[in-house]
């Protein structure tokens, strides 16, 4: 036998030692999540009429997060795949407690008062629903089969209804399309991706008369002809849409914005908060945040395509494409070409889960990036 006939794929033992001295991290995310967080504690301070404690409230979450991320990085990609199953469990817990015990605000019922805070298990969800469908197609062969898809689809609407009974429809939409997205990069087949599309839209009608409460048909209504009631139901968007328009190329400048200074733009340090950015920094800023999304989605994908385990691949490149409809939809909302469903813009928005939520991701993302990679050793 040559020594070429046998081929032995090992771990790099090299990657090992540098592992082993140094902290995993990923520079250039780093790099980019910074930025974010600098950019998003400026607009923060301007929506939020100038009250420092929003951006002390929300830079210890974002330090917290942050602390919490590198923490995350650390671990093996093993130990993610196996705390899968144990952390959705919490995170399904979580959200019955919510309809047991959460604390009710605006008519939901969508937090748990934990004594010195409260948080939303809905938005940990976002992250917990595609690492738990990501260990399980992970374990197994891909394209998935028929029995696989289904039991992804059933760990995916578990949670995604709970979610509806709270009643939060916009997060439970994004939680099922977080774990879709996993059984779609897993090689779901074309006939399945294009029934799931037909299903879809043959329940529209059923969602409009047995689902959608009233207040959400006048959400979509409104969206479709906000100028109809433009002192009632249609005043965000009008607002927003105002505020965006104002803005022009190079921004009104900060802290000079005049739908958001005189309160015409409500919950302008949360969903809304984009129309303040476009108002005091124009397009400009928008094409500098939307650049700077760009580079956290673009450097998702790299990891996701030299992740060394299915799982890895699985993973990254679900948090990446979530998080870039996380961004659309937001900004779709803000712009009128969504209905408004309460979602935060990433990174920018106030909100401690949100925040922390995201650097959970960051910090999986970056366990993945270092994992050690995998040679091919000839003998």
Not at 277 to 297: D, H, R, S, W
Request: hydrophobic share 55%.
């Amino acid at each position: 036998m040559q020594t070429n006939d046998f081929v032995r794929t090992m771990q790099n033992p090299g990657g090992n030692r540098r592992t082993r001295r140094s902290i995993n991290s990923d520079a250039v995310l780093l790099l980019v999540i910074f930025c974010l967080c600098c950019f998003g504690l400026a607009i923060l301070y301007s929506a939020g009429d100038q009250n420092l404690s929003y951006v002390k409230r929300q830079s210890i979450f974002m330090l917290v997060g942050f602390l919490l991320m590198l923490l995350i990085a650390q671990l093996p990609v093993r130990i993610l795949h196996r705390w899968a199953f144990l952390l959705y469990g919490l995170g399904l817990l979580s959200l019955l407690a919510v309809l047991l015990f959460g604390v009710g605000a605006k008519g939901a019922q969508r937090w748990l008062d934990l004594g010195f805070t409260r948080i939303q298990p809905a938005e940990l969800m976002k992250v917990l629903v595609p690492m738990m469908v990501s260990s399980y197609l992970g374990s197994r062969y891909i394209p998935p089969n028929i029995k696989h898809v289904f039991w992804s689809l059933v760990m995916v609407l578990l949670p995604t209804l709970l979610i509806i009974r709270q009643p939060d429809l916009g997060t439970a939409i994004l939680i099922f399309l977080s774990g879709f997205l996993v059984i779609f990069l897993a090689g779901l087949g074309k006939r399945y991706v294009f029934g799931s599309i037909l299903i879809a839209l043959a329940a529209i009608p059923l969602m409009w008369l047995f689902v959608l409460r009233d207040y959400q048909k006048q959400r979509i209504l409104t969206m479709l002809s906000p100028e109809d009631d433009t002192l009632g139901a249609g005043w965000n968007i009008v607002q927003s849409k105002t505020a965006i328009g104002s803005g022009g190329v190079n921004g009104k400048g900060w802290l000079e914005g005049t739908q958001s200074q005189l309160n015409f733009l409500p919950e302008s340090h949360t969903d809304f908060i984009i129309a303040v950015l476009a108002e005091e920094f124009g397009l400009i800023g928008i094409l500098t945040l939307c650049t700077l999304y760009a580079c956290v989605i673009a450097r998702c994908l790299f990891i996701a395509i030299n992740a060394q385990t299915q799982f890895g691949r699985l993973l990254a490149g679900s948090l990446g494409l979530i998080f870039f409809i996380y961004i659309f939809v937001n900004m779709g909302m803000v712009s009128g070409i969504l209905p408004v469903v309460g979602a935060p813009l990433p990174m920018i928005s106030y909100g401690g889960t949100a925040i922390l939520t995201l650097f959970i991701g960051f910090g999986m993302l970056m366990a993945i990036s270092a994992e050690p990679k995998l040679i091919r050793t000839q003998f």
